[in-house]
C-alpha cells in the first residue's frame, strides 16, 4: 500500500507509540490520584505540556489538551458567544475554513452573532486588506487557518497577527494543519488562541491541543474536577497526550530536513504529471504552500473515479469532494478558489508525509496515468 | 383529473425501463444489472458513454469481480444510491 493522504491523518510514529503504550498497559494511574501511579501520569501529562510549549514557543501553562482540533476550534468560537452574549459580537473568518469553524459560525449566527466570511483568491490566500476593511467595532475575533487543508495554502498569519494586535482584536488560527510540518512561533505571530490535532503529526487520533494566550479567558468546555485549568474537566487521556508530545517533539526536531524532502516529492510529481497529462492544472500553485501538499484538477476526468481507481492499485489519496449518495458535492475550498462545480469534482488532493519516498511518488504519477486513460477512454 | 390514464403510466414505465437498459460495450452481454451499471458510473464517470459487465470491467480495470462485489457492498454500505 501507498499512503499519501496524510491531511486526513498520519500513522503514527513507531516512538510515539512507544511512549504512550506504558500507559495503556502498566501506567494506567489516574493523573489526579495522589499515590505514586498517578504521579506518573500527571507528570507524564507535565512532560508533554512541557514538549508542546517548547514546539510553538510558548509557555506550558498556555497549552490544554483537548480531543481534536475540532473540539478547540468549536470550543473557542462558541466562548465568545458567551462572553458577548449581550452584545451581538462580529466575527472575521475565511470562506475556506475547516467545517469545524464554518458550522460552528453558522450555528453561532442562529444566535445573533455577525460573521464575516472573507473570499480568498485563485490560489487560496486571504487578504490581509479584506481583513482589515472587513473589521468593525463590533469585531471581537478573526479566526483564519494557518494552511489550508485541500490545497496547502498558507495564509499570511504574521501581517494577520501584527494588524489584529495594533487593533487590540483576538486572533485564533486553526493550525491543524501546520502544526508539526512548519516552524510556528506563538507570540511571534501575535496569535491568541490556536489549536492542533496529534494525529496531523504522527501521533494518536483523539488529542488535540489548545494554545491560549495567558491572561486570555475562556469559559470552560467540561464543567467538574480542576483538570486543564478547570477549563475541561474529565480525566485526562494521559497515552494520548504522551503520543501527542512526542510526537510533536519528534516531528519539530526534524522539521526542517522533512520540509525539503517533501518539497522535492512535491516537485517531482506536478512535474511528471504535467508531462503525462499536460492539462492538468494545480490548485494553489502559485502560494506559499504546506510541503507534501499537491491538489490537481483533472481536465474531464471524475476525482471520485480517480480515487477509486487508485484505491484499487493499493494507493491511497483523496477526493477534494464528498461523495453523498452518488452525488459529487463540490468541495467549498475549491469553489471559493473560482473553480467550476465540474473541476471541483475532477479533482483529487496528494498528500504526502515524512514515510513517503521518492519510488512512491513515481508509482502515484504512473497510476494516475493509467487510471486518467482508463476514465477518458469512456467518455 | 388525469391527465393521462393508468394505462398510459404503464407504457411509460416501460419506455423509460427500455431506455435504461444498457448492455456491455465489450462482450455485448444485454440487460446489465444495476450493480454493473452503478460500478460503471462510480468507477469510470457518472457521465460514461460505456458500459461494462461485471467481468468486462473487472478485465478493463485489472481486478477480479470478486473485488468488485465487495467494493459494491461497500458503496452500498456508504449509502451510494447507484448501487
Same mark, same amino acid.
Given at each position: 500500500?501507498?499512503?499519501?493522504?496524510?491531511?486526513?491523518?498520519?500513522?503514527?510514529?513507531?516512538?510515539? $507509540?512507544?511512549?504512550?503504550?506504558?500507559?495503556?498497559?502498566?501506567?494506567?494511574?489516574?493523573?489526579?490520584?495522589?499515590?505514586?501511579?498517578?504521579?506518573?501520569?500527571?507528570?507524564?501529562?507535565?512532560?508533554?505540556?512541557?514538549?508542546?510549549?517548547?514546539?510553538?514557543?510558548?509557555?506550558?501553562?498556555?497549552?490544554?489538551?483537548?480531543?481534536?482540533?475540532?473540539?478547540?476550534?468549536?470550543?473557542?468560537?462558541?466562548?465568545?458567544?458567551?462572553?458577548?452574549?449581550?452584545?451581538?459580537?462580529?466575527?472575521?473568518?475565511?470562506?475556506?475554513?475547516?467545517?469545524?469553524?464554518?458550522?460552528?459560525?453558522?450555528?453561532?449566527?442562529?444566535?445573533?452573532?455577525?460573521?464575516? /466570511?472573507?473570499?480568498?483568491?485563485?490560489?487560496?490566500?486571504?487578504?490581509?486588506?479584506?481583513?482589515?476593511?472587513?473589521?468593525?467595532?463590533?469585531?471581537?475575533?478573526?479566526?483564519?487557518? $494557518?494552511?489550508?487543508?485541500?490545497?496547502?495554502?498558507?495564509?499570511?498569519?504574521?501581517?494577520?497577527?501584527? *494588524?489584529?494586535?495594533?487593533?487590540?482584536?483576538?486572533?485564533?488560527?486553526?493550525?491543524?494543519?501546520?502544526?508539526?510540518?512548519?516552524?510556528?512561533?506563538?507570540?511571534?505571530?501575535?496569535?491568541?488562541?490556536?489549536?492542533?490535532?496529534?494525529?496531523?503529526?504522527?501521533?494518536?487520533?483523539?488529542?488535540?491541543?489548545?494554545?491560549?494566550?495567558?491572561?486570555?479567558?475562556? !469559559?470552560?468546555?467540561?464543567?467538574?474536577?480542576?483538570?486543564?485549568?478547570?477549563?475541561?474537566?474529565?480525566?485526562?487521556?494521559?497515552?494520548?497526550?504522551?503520543?501527542?508530545?512526542?510526537?510533536?517533539?519528534?516531528?519539530?526536531?526534524?522539521?526542517?530536513?522533512?520540509?525539503?524532502?517533501?518539497?522535492?516529492?512535491?516537485?517531482?510529481?506536478?512535474?511528471?504529471?504535467?508531462?503525462?497529462?499536460?492539462?492538468?492544472?494545480?490548485?494553489?500553485?502559485?502560494?506559499?504552500?504546506?510541503?507534501?501538499?499537491?491538489?490537481? !484538477?483533472?481536465?474531464?476526468?471524475?476525482?471520485?473515479?480517480?480515487?477509486?481507481?487508485?484505491?484499487?492499485?493499493?494507493?491511497?489519496?483523496?477526493?477534494?469532494?464528498?461523495?453523498?449518495?452518488?452525488?459529487?458535492?463540490?468541495?467549498?475550498?475549491?469553489?471559493?478558489?473560482?473553480?467550476?462545480?465540474?473541476?471541483?469534482?475532477?479533482?483529487?488532493?496528494?498528500? &504526502?508525509?515524512?514515510?513517503?519516498?521518492?519510488?512512491?511518488?513515481?508509482?502515484?504519477?504512473?497510476?494516475?496515468?493509467?487510471? &486518467?486513460?482508463?476514465?477518458?477512454?469512456?467518455? | 383529473? /388525469?391527465?393521462?390514464?393508468?394505462?398510459?403510466?404503464?407504457?411509460?414505465?416501460?419506455?423509460?425501463?427500455?431506455?435504461?437498459?444498457?448492455?456491455?460495450?465489450?462482450?455485448?452481454?444485454?440487460?446489465?444489472?444495476?450493480?454493473?451499471?452503478?460500478?460503471?458510473?462510480?468507477?469510470?464517470?457518472?457521465?460514461?458513454?460505456?458500459? &461494462?459487465?461485471?467481468?468486462? *470491467?473487472?478485465?478493463?480495470?485489472?481486478?477480479?469481480?470478486?473485488?468488485?462485489?465487495?467494493?459494491?457492498?461497500? $458503496?452500498?454500505?456508504?449509502?451510494?444510491?447507484?448501487?
Amino acid at each position: 500500500m501507498i499512503y499519501a493522504d496524510n491531511a486526513a491523518t498520519t500513522k503514527i510514529s513507531d516512538l510515539a $507509540f512507544e511512549n504512550m503504550l506504558p500507559f495503556l498497559r502498566e501506567q494506567y494511574g489516574n493523573a489526579s490520584s495522589q499515590y505514586s501511579l498517578g504521579s506518573k501520569s500527571r507528570q507524564a501529562i507535565i512532560r508533554s505540556r512541557q514538549q508542546v510549549a517548547v514546539a510553538i514557543g510558548a509557555d506550558p501553562s498556555e497549552i490544554i489538551f483537548t480531543s481534536g482540533g475540532s473540539e478547540a476550534n468549536s470550543w473557542v468560537l462558541r466562548s465568545f458567544l458567551e462572553a458577548y452574549f449581550n452584545e451581538a459580537p462580529h466575527i472575521i473568518t475565511s470562506s475556506i475554513e475547516h467545517h469545524s469553524v464554518l458550522n460552528t459560525c453558522h450555528a453561532l449566527e442562529q444566535c445573533g452573532v455577525e460573521v464575516t /466570511y472573507l473570499p480568498v483568491d485563485n490560489n487560496g490566500c486571504v487578504s490581509v486588506k479584506d481583513v482589515r476593511s472587513a473589521i468593525k467595532p463590533t469585531t471581537k475575533l478573526v479566526s483564519i487557518m $494557518f494552511a489550508n487543508n485541500e490545497i496547502g495554502t498558507i495564509q499570511p498569519i504574521k501581517e494577520i497577527g501584527k *494588524l489584529l494586535n495594533e487593533r487590540g482584536i483576538l486572533f485564533h488560527t486553526d493550525a491543524v494543519q501546520a502544526v508539526g510540518h512548519i516552524p510556528i512561533d506563538v507570540h511571534d505571530l501575535q496569535i491568541d488562541f490556536l489549536t492542533a490535532s496529534s494525529h496531523k503529526f504522527n501521533g494518536a487520533k483523539g488529542t488535540g491541543l489548545l494554545y491560549k494566550r495567558s491572561g486570555l479567558k475562556l !469559559t470552560p468546555l467540561v464543567f467538574g474536577g480542576e483538570q486543564e485549568q478547570g477549563l475541561r474537566a474529565g480525566t485526562e487521556n494521559v497515552a494520548g497526550i504522551v503520543a501527542l508530545g512526542c510526537a510533536l517533539e519528534e516531528s519539530v526536531a526534524d522539521i526542517a530536513e522533512v520540509r525539503e524532502r517533501l518539497t522535492n516529492l512535491v516537485h517531482i510529481t506536478i512535474k511528471r504529471l504535467k508531462e503525462v497529462i499536460p492539462k492538468i492544472s494545480v490548485n494553489g500553485e502559485g502560494a506559499v504552500r504546506l510541503p507534501g501538499i499537491v491538489n490537481v !484538477t483533472f481536465p474531464c476526468a471524475s476525482g471520485e473515479a480517480m480515487m477509486h481507481l487508485l484505491d484499487m492499485k493499493g494507493i491511497c489519496v483523496s477526493t477534494s469532494s464528498a461523495c453523498n449518495s452518488g452525488k459529487d458535492m463540490p468541495s467549498h475550498v475549491l469553489l471559493a478558489l473560482g473553480l467550476t462545480e465540474q473541476e471541483a469534482t475532477s479533482s483529487i488532493r496528494i498528500s &504526502y508525509g515524512r514515510y513517503n519516498t521518492l519510488d512512491e511518488a513515481e508509482k502515484i504519477v504512473a497510476a494516475v496515468s493509467s487510471a &486518467y486513460s482508463k476514465i477518458v477512454a469512456n467518455h | 383529473m /388525469y391527465l393521462y390514464s393508468v394505462c398510459d403510466q404503464t407504457k411509460m414505465d416501460k419506455r423509460c425501463e427500455t431506455l435504461d437498459k444498457k448492455s456491455c460495450y465489450v462482450c455485448g452481454k444485454e440487460n446489465l444489472n444495476k450493480n454493473e451499471i452503478g460500478l460503471t458510473k462510480k468507477l469510470l464517470d457518472k457521465n460514461s458513454k460505456y458500459f &461494462y459487465c461485471l467481468d468486462c *470491467l473487472a478485465e478493463y480495470l485489472e481486478v477480479d469481480t470478486e473485488f468488485l462485489l465487495v467494493k459494491v457492498e461497500e $458503496f452500498k454500505e456508504q449509502g451510494c444510491i447507484l448501487f
